[in-house]
């Protein structure tokens, strides 16, 4: 793990509560936007219960963290680029935890939405998130109509076809599946979306920043593989074992816990290096870094279910 100045560490606990406090204000202010009217009262309020309380909002987080090295010059614009990306992350898991996909009961420690407001009310929920998303940047275009237009075209890239989080999970009913390719779509492409949505919204190019993003992805899909199979149901929130359990692509069958750990070291090794030169180069690498150390799980061996050491070798 590379090591960043002590004194870039010691604002990094004021620079997160501002962070977080910036992020639920904007999200909130999006979500107005599908509220009142004539709306359904079950759908509208639909639409926040999906959305709250928020996991680690670490989409939007790093989205800002990126805009704000890059100098920020349109915070507006970069309040709804980070509300539009974490509604899409969140229609993405209303959709995923639909009995035709994961089937899931539980997530972040609560009802699916499927299972509190019935499964037709859940996939109008996603889909109205996906679409408030893009009226969200279309609204903010007021700030900066070209930047705007361009953060429109990097989010649509990274949820559809061909390489977004929709072609991640029609990766899941291939019968042959490059992983690699899954991971970059399914969990990378929200992360690429990002990196370089923080620097488009602060006018510079995106292009620079897709490494990050990609490693970042990538990374935190190996980890999410490894405590789907390292943890239990009440540790992670929502369902455990559920790669194993609906055949999905995963680190940690393909190389077991052992390999996967390895793989994820190898991925953040490299994410620190692949940040562009930009003023706020250094603050952005230590939060990184925090990021990478919170994101390698560490087991207890009692946590570690019995089919995860079959996984092994």
């Given at each position: 793990m590379i090591y960043i100045r002590v004194s870039v560490f010691l604002d990094m606990k004021g620079l997160g509560m501002a962070l977080d406090t910036r992020i639920e204000a904007a999200v909130a202010a999006a979500l107005r936007i599908g509220q009142?009217?004539?709306?359904?009262?079950?759908l509208a309020s639909a639409l926040p219960y999906a959305v709250n309380?928020?996991?680690?909002?670490?989409?939007?987080?790093?989205?800002?963290?990126?805009?704000?090295?890059c100098g920020d010059n349109r915070p507006r614009l970069t309040d709804a680029a980070a509300a539009a990306l974490e509604l899409i992350h969140c229609a993405?898991?209303?959709?995923d935890d639909l009995p035709c996909f994961d089937d899931a009961d539980v997530r972040r420690?609560?009802?699916?939405?499927?299972?509190a407001y019935s499964e037709p009310l859940a996939v109008l929920a996603g889909d109205s998130l996906i679409v408030l998303a893009f009226d969200v940047l279309a609204q903010a275009g007021?700030?900066?109509?070209?930047?705007?237009?361009?953060l429109v075209r990097i989010l649509a890239a990274r949820t559809g076809m061909p390489g977004g989080i929709c072609a991640g999970q029609g990766w899941e009913s291939e019968t042959q599946v490059d992983l690699r390719a899954y991971h970059r779509a399914k969990t990378g492409a929200l992360f690429i979306a990002a990196t370089q949505m923080g620097a488009q919204a602060a006018g510079q190019d995106p292009e620079p920043w897709t490494e990050l993003g990609a490693r970042i992805g990538e990374a935190f899909q190996v980890a999410d593989d490894l405590r789907d199979a390292l943890f239990d149901a009440e540790t992670l929130g929502k369902p455990a074992g559920q790669d194993m359990v609906h055949a999905r692509p995963s680190a940690v069958t393909q190389m077991g816990v052992p390999g996967a750990m390895r793989h994820l070291r190898d991925i953040l090794s490299g994410a620190i290096a692949s940040i562009p030169s930009c003023p706020g180069e250094a603050r952005l690498a230590a939060m990184v870094n925090a990021y990478a150390e919170r994101m390698t799980p560490v087991a207890p061996a009692h946590s570690v279910p019995a089919h995860s050491a079959a996984m092994r070798t």
């Open positions: 009142g009217g004539d709306a359904p009262p079950r309380p928020g996991g680690a909002r670490i989409r939007p987080t790093i989205l800002i963290s990126v805009a704000l090295a993405s898991l209303v959709h420690g609560k009802a699916t939405v499927h299972r007021t700030e900066d109509a070209l930047r705007a237009l361009g």
